[in-house]
């Protein structure tokens, strides 16, 4: 790096810089902005950053080589050279069958590995055929009922062929079960079975609100699942904590940072006063993040997320393993940052925002179609968002070198200050007593909701320029192909339940739910049992209805 001499050399030269150059030019004609800033807090944005930006900077502590620890430069060590991140669109279409198209035609396409979509009800524990689920089957992604629904989904895929997402959280016990029963009738050892669920509860508290029961059970379901997967499906990730919503909710990149990476810090003091050991179940950990509009403060805040949590794993938690200490995480491109105008400058804003992803080394990727704004996305703009990422890998160079942005002045200076803005979060999270009671007293919800709220603000006001909303604008749109879920789906659905349950041994289900209300009710890790109610064929609902009659359910406004 620099010496003292060098440093006060660029010091003084800049100084000359800007009284000689700048400060003419500013005084005929200005800027664009007062200033210039990025997400995180507002923080100014410098005209020019030299080596005194990152004069502290130690390459070895702070940097050092990919692979190895902080991993800032990334997990593995020849990066993309050796295999592109996992190309995952995520998808679910309205019945099982109609899903199953789809993902056919995804990897017809390309696409490297599966994302799974569930509608609400699903993501409820509730059934197609239940009330509450009127109107919302099969709209916001597929409808899982049974385990026949899920063998429908996979039919014709071996599941020991490809790595399947599944956006599902307070049922995701339910779901992997699911997908376990169909690796083991399609004879796939367990240990083979590859893939992530989300499986993390806080957010749902926090941003999203799709929860079934209190924390304190939901907590035991999750350690459950990692004491379970441990032993049986070692390379399945067991949880994948998500900042994704909470980004979406509001927040800024370093707001989004301290709150995913104190989720994840509770999750493992749960499991470690379960009794798990921490490298047993930490290299299945894995993390959800999002990607947004500015790049470089989203190569940064990638980047000081890896440094974040090898630190964390190491201080706080005495990992030894190389694996509980590297974070990886799978990106999806920002959804609130879709606009219904002029819908085709999404594929701009996806490009970009996949572009940062990429740079920050993510290891699994998904780009939003063009009309998400509107509707499920159609074939066509699903397509036209595999190829932004089939493009980024072969033609634009972005992954054939490692971290290629590692040494700007400017880029590692901003992950310092993520980096220094995530941890004092977490120190008061801390001082508060923990996510869980920083989230029970509403201090992480106010912190993200004052944020989304300036925000508007300054779009209302035309300080934050959104192109096609309050700037750049035109009269008309053109018509748009737009995917429907037709009322005629949700009948469809309803029947095929009514037929598998038609179908079924009774008196095996029956005995299935009262092994798992038992083990509910006891310290019985819950999942074995799950399996086995799945594979008799009973639904989600009835297997959720078990677990609420001893859990109970989360109202919300109640203390958690």
């Avoid at 749902?204 to 304190?216: F, K, Q, S, V, W």
């Avoid at 994840?264 to 490298?279: F, H, K, Q, R, T």
């Avoid at 007293?441 to 320029?465: K, T």
Wanted: with cysteine.
């Amino acid at each position: 790096m620099f010496d003292q001499d060098d440093l006060e050399a660029i010091r003084e030269g800049r100084e000359d810089w800007a009284a000689e150059d700048v400060d003419p030019v500013l005084d005929r004609f200005g800027e664009r902005k007062d200033a210039f800033t990025t997400d995180t807090g507002g923080h100014e944005v410098d005209r020019l950053y030299t080596p005194n930006d990152v004069a502290n900077l130690d390459y070895e502590e702070d940097l050092g080589f990919p692979g190895r620890e902080p991993y800032t430069r990334g997990v593995y060590s020849t990066g993309y050279r050796g295999r592109l991140w996992t190309m995952r669109q995520y998808a679910g279409m309205g019945t099982p069958a109609e899903t199953n198209e789809r993902f056919n035609y995804l990897m017809d396409e390309g696409q490297t590995g599966l994302s799974m979509a569930f509608d609400l009800p699903t993501q409820m524990g509730r059934d197609s055929d239940d009330e509450m689920a009127a109107g919302e089957v099969g709209k916001s992604g597929v409808a899982i009922d049974t385990l026949a629904d899920m063998e429908t989904v996979f039919e014709g895929i071996p599941l020991d062929e490809v790595s399947t997402s599944m956006t599902i959280n307070a049922p995701a016990s339910v779901l992997l079960a699911m997908y376990i029963a169909v690796g083991d009738q399609q004879g796939v050892d367990r240990e083979q079975l590859r893939g992530t669920i989300q499986n993390d509860v806080l957010k749902e508290y926090i941003a999203r609100n799709t929860y079934i029961y209190p924390p304190g059970p939901s907590m035991r379901i999750i350690t459950d699942i990692f004491e379970f997967c441990a032993a049986e499906t070692p390379k399945f990730n067991t949880i994948s904590i998500s900042g994704y919503h909470i980004r979406e909710a509001g927040s800024t990149a370093a707001q989004e940072l301290a709150f995913t990476l104190g989720d994840g810090i509770e999750y493992v003091e749960a499991a470690l006063d379960a009794g798990l050991d921490v490298d047993e179940f930490a290299p299945q950990l894995s993390f959800f993040f999002n990607a947004h509009n500015n790049v470089f403060e989203e190569v940064a805040k990638f980047r000081a997320a890896r440094r974040m949590w090898a630190k964390i794993m190491e201080e706080r938690f005495d990992a030894d393993s190389e694996k509980s200490k590297q974070l990886k995480f799978h990106t999806q491109t920002a959804g609130s940052m879709l606009t219904a105008q002029q819908i085709e400058n999404n594929v701009v804003r996806v490009a970009y925002q996949a572009l940062a992803a990429v740079l920050g080394g993510t290891q699994s990727l998904h780009t939003n179609g063009k009309d998400e704004a509107l509707s499920l996305p159609t074939e066509k703009s699903v397509r036209t968002a595999l190829r932004t990422q089939q493009i980024l890998a072969h033609e634009s160079g972005a992954a054939d070198t490692i971290d290629p942005l590692a040494g700007s002045y400017y880029v590692e200076s901003l992950t310092d200050e993520i980096e220094a803005e995530a941890f004092e979060l977490l120190d008061e999270v801390d001082e508060r007593g923990g996510m869980l009671d920083a989230v029970e007293s509403q201090w992480v919800q106010r912190q993200i909701q004052d944020v989304a709220f300036d925000r508007q603000q300054e779009i209302e006001s035309g300080e934050r320029i959104i192109v096609g909303v309050n700037e750049f604008e035109v009269d008309e749109e053109p018509e748009m192909d737009v995917e429907e879920v037709e009322p005629e789906q949700e009948r469809r659905q309803v029947e095929s339940l009514a037929e598998t349950k038609a179908a079924r041994d009774d008196e095996a289900v029956d005995a299935a739910l009262a092994a798992l209300e038992d083990a509910a009710a006891s310290d019985e890790n819950v999942m074995p049992y799950i399996v086995d109610a799945v594979k008799a064929y009973a639904s989600v609902g009835e297997i959720c209805d078990v677990m609420r009659g001893v859990f109970g359910e989360y109202q919300p406004g109640s203390a958690l």
